[in-house]
Structures are given as C-alpha cells and as structure tokens.
T-cell receptor, first 114, second 115 residues
Framework: GENVEQHPSTLSVQEGDSAVIKCTYS??????FPWYKQELGKRPQLIID?????GEKKDQRIAVTLNKTAKHFSLHITETQPEDSAVYFC?????????????FGQGTILTVHP | NAGVMQNPRHLVRRRGQEARLRCSPM?????VYWYRQLPEEGLKFMVY????????ESGMPKERFSAEFPKEGPSILRIQQVVRGDSAAYFC?????????????FGSGTQLSVL
C-alpha cells in the first residue's frame, strides 16, 4: 500500500519568514495530494490540494509543488503569521473511486514566533 | 450548509463497553469516510461507505469494529468491547460522489476515551 513520509516533524520560524514542509510517497498510482492544517483539538482543514496533471498550485501565501518523477511534493508558506501555527499534514490517494482513501504523513508542528 | 456533523464530541467508556459514533454528512453527500487519529499521529483510513454499502473496509480492525451508513440517518461507527488502545479521535468526512474535482471535508471528530 501507499506510504507517505513527511519532514520535518517540527518547524520553528520567525513571523514573516517562509516555511517549507516536504513529503514523499511510494505508490506511483497516487495522483491526488491534499494538505491539511489541524489546530489543537480541531478538525483537519483542507488548505490546498494538487492533482498529478499540474506541477504547482498557489493560493495567496500558500503554494504546493509536485514532482511526480521523484514522488515528492512540498508545501510552501510565505510571510508566515502567528495564526499559521498548527500541525500540517500531507496526504496522498490514487484518485478515482479511491480518491477519499487518503494516506497521511506523520504531521509537522509549525510554530511561528511573533 | 452545516458541514459534516459528528456526535458526541467526547465519549467516555469503560473497558468492555460499546461505543457508537455518529456522522451526518454534508447535505447532498452520499459518501462517508471514517478515520482514526492516535495522539500525535496522522489520520489513518478505516472505512469508506456509500448509502447502504460498504465500499472499502481495508483499514478496519477485523474484530469489534463495524460501520454502517443506512438509507436514512447518520453513518455509525460501532466499537464493541472497547479496550484502552481504542482511545483516539475518530473523524469522518463526506463527499458528494466520485468525480475528478472532489475534495474531502472533515467533521469535528469524536474523542473516545476508554477508562
């Protein structure tokens, strides 16, 4: 089955800096890659996703890149703010009828210091 | 649209009791997924259901766990004879169906604590 590795496990940055979180996956059939933000005791919230037919997607301060050949994808947050502090999870699925069967990474605890 | 609704938010059970977790999908959604999250870990897929059908239960433990999504009413995740290791947050997510542009939105979860 699919295996998703996520790094780093913790990330500490100063307000205004950029943050980058990287994930690798093992199953070449995976073609859907969402990123979720989870605050303590809250639900995972979808912040951005990318499908295998594109290499990069951007939404304001958040961007995701995908390298299908190398089987890795990354989340980039620019101009970080204290409210960006949370746990971030990457995930992958094979799409189609299996698109909702996500395999999650282990999570990255992001702390943005004012 | 109220989003994916789960109840209860917190559930405390003693070892050996049964736990029943409920998930009402978003309006118009007929597909439900259950995930389990152990402390400081990512979510793990358990089961995928459509109305009255289990589509994929490859992540469900073989014993004590069952899930249903009846024609009427919420989806239910049932854990019989709970043990301490069942303590976790259980999240469900719903979607309208299977298309190339769908996204998965999660409910607020049920925190199960087994004493």
């Amino acid at each position: 089955g699919e295996n998703v590795e996520q790094h780093p496990s913790t990330l500490s940055v100063q307000e205004g800096d950029s943050a980058v979180i990287k994930c690798t996956y093992s199953d070449s059939a995976s073609n859907y890659f969402p990123w979720y933000k989870q605050e303590l005791g809250k639900r995972p919230q979808l912040i951005i996703d990318i499908r295998s037919n594109v290499g990069e997607k951007k939404d304001q301060r958040i961007a995701v890149t995908l390298n299908k050949t190398a089987k890795h994808f990354s989340l980039h947050i620019t101009e970080t703010q204290p409210e960006d502090s949370a746990v971030y999870f990457c995930a992958a699925s094979a799409g189609g009828t299996s698109y909702g069967k996500l395999t999650f990474g282990q999570g990255t605890i992001l702390t943005v210091h004012p | 649209n109220a989003g994916v609704m789960q109840n209860p938010r917190h559930l405390v059970r003693r070892r050996g009791q049964e736990a029943r977790l409920r998930c009402s999908p978003m309006k118009g959604h007929s597909h439900v997924y259950w995930y389990r999250q152990l402390p400081e870990e990512g979510l793990k897929f358990m089961v995928y259901l459509q109305k009255e059908n289990i589509i994929d239960e490859s992540g469900m433990p073989k014993e004590r766990f069952s899930a249903e999504f009846p024609k009427e009413g919420p989806s239910i995740l049932r854990i019989q004879q709970v043990v301490r290791g069942d303590s976790a947050a259980y999240f469900c997510a719903s979607s309208p169906g299977v298309t190339s542009d769908e996204k998965l939105f999660f409910g607020s979860g049920t925190q199960l604590s087994v004493l």
